[in-house]
């Protein structure tokens, strides 16, 4: 088996201070292996530690969150098992988001429909290997149009300018992961963050609040990260998510703790309306439309 090359996750995250809405959605994380029983791809670029659904499921209730999205991840390529094992297992609580090949057939996306996806995931971030072919974008977003799916796209920052224009040109809703992966230190006019704010005007787009760990130069707690986040809560109220990341696969150094990332909320999403938003609504209306509320 291939070492290890991720941190592990912190193994006791705090209760968080705050109690987050009824119904709260974590709309974005993982979940990896077990090893043993879902193998990691071959062509993967790391490889993560064991991550299953029973500690999700853990985490989640430590947190207080009702629902969930899984994200799958490069190290499991398109082999979507794990995560289709974990939705399985939530009682419809947990949807999906998957990676497929061009050639993915009719019969196999009716599959992951019924089992919970509700979308597919196209990276363009360099530390996860080659691009997505763009031709092979446009042929799968052609296929999942018929289900009401949305994309979701990861990407460096410095690839927005010259991906903007193709995103713009998909005829479906999209998601952009982890505020753009912007980098805080430059502030909030930096052209990259202004390109965002842009794309956004766009009522196709979507954005997560999440992943202040991964655009903090500061380091914890992250507030660096918060104008951010903040921003985009405020202008876009209506088409934001956030989401852990856990196990936060490829974080080099101050592995995050998932319950002082929940107290950053309060920063992020200031007005009760607007962490309401943030947290149940929005998830609720792109992964369970039609889903009633107490």
């Not at 809405?21 to 791809?41: I, L, M, R």
């Not at 490889?47 to 500690?55: I, Q």
């Not at 977003?141 to 040109?169: C, M, Q, Y």
């Amino acid at each position: 088996m291939t070492a290890v090359t991720n941190l592990p996750y912190d193994p006791s995250p705090k209760r968080p201070d705050i109690k987050l809405p009824a119904g709260s959605c974590d709309a974005h994380c993982h979940v990896f292996g077990p090893a043993a029983k879902f193998p990691f791809a071959p062509e993967r670029t790391y490889t993560p530690v064991d991550a299953p659904k029973e500690k999700l499921f853990a985490l989640h209730r430590l947190l207080g969150i009702d629902r969930s999205v899984l994200v799958q991840a490069s190290c499991h390529g398109t082999d979507n098992s794990a995560m289709l094992d974990a939705i399985a297992a939530s009682g419809g609580k947990y949807r999906g988001i998957a990676m497929v090949g061009r050639d993915v057939g009719e019969a196999e996306l009716e599959k992951l429909h019924e089992g919970g996806v509700r979308g597919v995931r196209f990276n363009f971030v360099s530390h996860l290997g080659k691009d997505a072919d763009i031709d092979a974008v446009r042929a799968i977003v052609e296929k999942i149009r018929p289900l009401g799916w949305h994309t979701v796209v990861h990407f460096d920052a410095n690839r927005l300018e010259t991906l903007a224009p193709v995103l713009k040109s998909l005829p479906v809703t999209m998601v952009i992961d982890h505020m753009g992966r912007v980098d805080a230190s430059q502030g909030t006019d930096q052209p990259a963050f202004q390109m965002l704010l842009d794309l956004m005007e766009d009522k196709r787009f979507w954005v997560k609040v999440c992943g202040s760990e991964r655009i903090s130069r500061a380091g914890p707690p992250f507030h660096d990260a918060v104008p951010f986040a903040r921003m985009l809560v405020e202008r876009f109220t209506d088409r934001v998510l956030w989401g852990t990341d856990w196990p936060h696969p490829n974080i080099k150094k101050d592995m995050p703790d998932d319950g002082a990332l929940v107290d950053l909320l309060p920063l992020i999403a200031p007005e009760e309306h607007s962490m309401q938003a943030l947290l149940v609504d929005n998830p609720a209306r792109l992964y369970w439309p039609g889903l009633k509320r107490s």
